[in-house]
């Protein structure tokens, strides 16, 4: 699949300001009178994101190293975003913890050491094929190796058992039952409606046929 031409990510950036005019934001907004509009204006916003996505993944080099620490910086921000929450929660309500202190020590340190391995794993097999797990900066090819094999998404599988650690290692009721759990949702909505999209675009039928088999967050677990 040949690489798009953005020439940096102010690049990227200008691109899409200048080719939003009648079906801006601000537009959708102010023509949507039904449900069905509704609908179709958040498929546009949808569409628009996944482009952009797919135009920044295919860019040159020089764009994709620039938007990768963004990318990162985005979602380490985003992670510890749901982290703060829930300790701001358990704080307001005076949530307190039912594990003794033994316990989820034992619970929190395989959790959160098994979510290190499997994202680290993750992490050396798009580097070893000069790709990134940032969406902006992808591998060239599908990679279908190392816990790939097992699952499409076996990073933020790692990031989820990490969480629930956290959880447990600070005692956080919220973390643990709600912001987690709340956390995973919206990565797997992301995926779905975003990143999924754009890797059929970019990849075509090896993405589709590796995706049929290939369970999206746990081993075993039919693919969806």
């Known amino acids: 699949m040949p690489r798009g031409r953005c020439r940096s990510a102010a690049g990227v950036v200008c691109y899409v300001l200048l080719r939003i005019d009648d079906d801006s934001l601000a537009g959708i907004i102010g023509r949507v009178g039904s449900p069905q509009a509704v609908l179709r204006a958040r498929m ?20 994709r190293n620039l938007l990768t620490p963004i990318g990162v910086l985005i979602f380490g921000l985003f992670t510890v975003l749901f982290v703060y929450l829930a300790v701001l929660l358990d704080g307001l309500l005076a949530l307190r913890w039912p594990i003794p202190t033994t316990v989820s020590r034992l619970a929190s340190a395989p959790l959160m050491l098994i979510g290190i391995v499997i994202t680290g794993w993750s992490v050396f097999h ?7 797990p940032v969406p902006f900066n992808p591998p060239p090819t599908l990679v279908q190796s190392g816990p790939y094999k097992y699952a499409r998404n ?43 999209p754009e890797l059929i ?19 075993g677990i039919s693919p969806r």
Do not use: C, H, Q
């Open 44 to 63: 546009k916003i949808r569409e628009r994101v996944v482009y952009v996505m797919y135009r920044a993944a295919t860019g040159t080099k020089k764009t």
């Open 126 to 132: 798009f580097l070893r094929v000069k790709g990134t």
């Open 154 to 196: 076996p990073m933020l599988t790692g990031v989820f058992l990490f969480l629930f650690g956290i959880g447990f290692a600070i005692k956080s009721p919220s973390l643990v039952l709600i912001f987690t759990p709340l956390y995973v949702l919206v990565n797997f909505w992301e995926l779905r409606k975003i990143e999924e």
């Open 201 to 219: 675009k970019r990849l075509g039928e090896d993405y589709l046929t590796y995706r049929k088999r290939t369970p999206m967050f746990i081993p």
